[in-house]
């Protein structure tokens, strides 16, 4: 799995088993995909891993991904660093087994994803799956099929409202990539990026260069985001008012505090100024001491961590009365990755 705007490689997906023959046995099945798992963690150590189960599988028992957890432990892999992503023949369950399915992923500690894009968007969003994947078919449509790039460009929109990441399968072409990357697809494989042999450890080729739309400026050179990151301080978005003030008195430097999510997303920024001023005015600290700080609080605006330098600060300037806020960079799965100054930005590309 690659990110298709930095191609750095972020998972190594397993190949499917063999399908097996005949009526579905838990324990075969189980053991089948254990093996899968106690190979690929064999040989891949450090990077997250994606594992395929057949959604039949996975709803009828819980011991299908039980097994596959005690498997993964003993080879020193941890289930929170894995997915599991459901089969194709998701889309064939009823509702109650796809909801059967996901709680038994989970219940085994893995993130869950859906390895399919013939699904309801509403199903998307009530289970909310790591990622879900379009399939090769609805990308080899791109950028020619209009009702494909539909599909991809709504899911793509629904999928990222909801905190779920699309993942493009089968991407070939730079054209492909360059219509993933402008529906808002942030994750991809295949041959463009490696053939078909590829082995964890083994290089990636590199993105191809995008082409610069016609009468729009060059963004995509100079320095890039990652160079001007400073470490975060972020807290529970349900972190008290009195928790943040603490922080920003013990740290003078601080400019923000970032409230995340639980998947470690970035759901609110304090900005100090606005945050001291509201809560050491008249009567501020008897108001907000004791209340949730999200309160104070203000949208983030977020970059990704790998994005050119001169974007970021396009969307610095795109806000006029928050101009001098942190942007929060985030990684590939849009968790916090740390804060960029915008002066810092603007010193730099200044040349001073």
Same mark, same amino acid.
């Given at each position: 799995?690659?990110?298709?705007?930095?191609?750095?490689?972020?998972?190594?997906?397993?190949?499917?088993?063999?399908?097996?023959?005949?009526?579905?046995?838990?324990?075969?099945?189980?053991?089948?995909?254990?093996?899968?798992?106690?190979?690929?963690?064999?040989?891949?150590?450090?990077?997250?891993?994606?594992?395929?189960?057949?959604?039949?599988?996975?709803?009828?028992?819980?011991?299908?991904?039980?097994?596959?957890?005690?498997?993964?432990?003993?080879?020193?892999? !941890?289930?929170?660093?894995?997915?599991?992503?459901?089969?194709?023949?998701?889309?064939?369950?009823?509702?109650?087994?796809?909801?059967?399915?996901?709680?038994?992923?989970?219940?085994?500690?893995?993130?869950?994803?859906?390895?399919?894009?013939?699904?309801?968007?509403?199903?998307?969003?009530?289970?909310?799956?790591?990622?879900?994947?379009?399939?090769?078919?609805?990308?080899?449509?791109?950028?020619?099929?209009?009702?494909?790039?539909?599909?991809?460009?709504?899911?793509? !929109?629904?999928?990222?409202?909801?905190?779920?990441?699309?993942?493009?399968?089968?991407?070939?072409?730079?054209?492909?990539?360059?219509?993933?990357?402008?529906?808002?697809?942030?994750?991809?494989?295949?041959?463009?990026?490696?053939?078909?042999?590829?082995?964890?450890?083994? !290089?990636?080729?590199?993105?191809?260069?995008?082409?610069?739309?016609?009468?729009?400026?060059?963004?995509?050179?100079?320095?890039?985001?990652?160079?001007?990151?400073?470490?975060?301080?972020?807290?529970?978005?349900?972190?008290?008012?009195?928790?943040?003030?603490?922080?920003?008195?013990?740290?003078?430097?601080?400019?923000?505090?970032?409230?995340?999510?639980?998947?470690?997303?970035?759901?609110?920024?304090?900005?100090?100024?606005?945050?001291?001023? /509201?809560?050491?005015?008249?009567?501020?600290?008897?108001?907000?001491?004791?209340?949730?700080?999200?309160?104070?609080?203000?949208?983030?605006?977020?970059?990704? !961590?790998?994005?050119?330098?001169?974007?970021?600060?396009?969307? /610095?300037?795109?806000?006029?009365?928050?101009?001098?806020?942190?942007?929060?960079?985030?990684?590939?799965?849009?968790?916090?990755?740390?804060?960029?100054?915008?002066?810092?930005?603007?010193?730099?590309?200044?040349?001073?």
């Amino acid at each position: 799995m690659i990110d298709l705007e930095s191609g750095a490689v972020l998972a190594v997906e397993a190949a499917p088993p063999a399908a097996a023959r005949g009526p579905l046995d838990v324990s075969v099945e189980a053991e089948r995909l254990a093996a899968v798992g106690r190979r690929v963690a064999a040989q891949e150590p450090l990077l997250p891993l994606v594992l395929p189960v057949p959604a039949a599988a996975a709803a009828a028992s819980p011991q299908v991904p039980a097994l596959l957890e005690t498997a993964l432990r003993r080879s020193g892999r !941890r289930p929170r660093d894995v997915t599991l992503m459901l089969g194709a023949d998701l889309a064939g369950l009823g509702r109650p087994d796809v909801v059967r399915a996901v709680r038994h992923v989970r219940g085994a500690g893995f993130r869950c994803a859906f390895g399919t894009d013939v699904l309801s968007p509403d199903l998307i969003l009530d289970m909310e799956p790591f990622l879900f994947r379009f399939s090769p078919e609805t990308v080899a449509g791109l950028p020619g099929d209009e009702r494909r790039t539909a599909k991809v460009e709504g899911l793509a !929109r629904i999928g990222r409202g909801g905190g779920v990441f699309p993942l493009a399968a089968g991407v070939s072409t730079a054209e492909q990539l360059a219509a993933l990357r402008d529906a808002g697809v942030r994750l991809g494989s295949g041959p463009l990026f490696a053939d078909e042999g590829w082995a964890p450890g083994v !290089r990636v080729r590199q993105i191809p260069e995008m082409p610069v739309r016609a009468g729009g400026p060059d963004l995509n050179g100079g320095p890039r985001v990652s160079e001007f990151i400073r470490p975060p301080a972020d807290m529970p978005l349900d972190a008290q008012a009195q928790a943040v003030l603490e922080v920003f008195t013990n740290d003078p430097a601080l400019n923000s505090v970032i409230l995340i999510d639980h998947r470690e997303r970035p759901a609110a920024v304090l900005d100090r100024s606005r945050f001291l001023l /509201a809560v050491t005015g008249p009567y501020g600290h008897a108001l907000h001491a004791g209340r949730p700080a999200e309160r104070l609080a203000d949208p983030p605006r977020t970059i990704p !961590r790998h994005a050119p330098a001169l974007v970021a600060l396009r969307e /610095a300037g795109a806000s006029g009365e928050r101009v001098y806020d942190d942007l929060v960079a985030v990684n590939e799965f849009g968790q916090v990755a740390g804060v960029v100054h915008v002066s810092d930005l603007i010193s730099a590309l200044s040349g001073h």
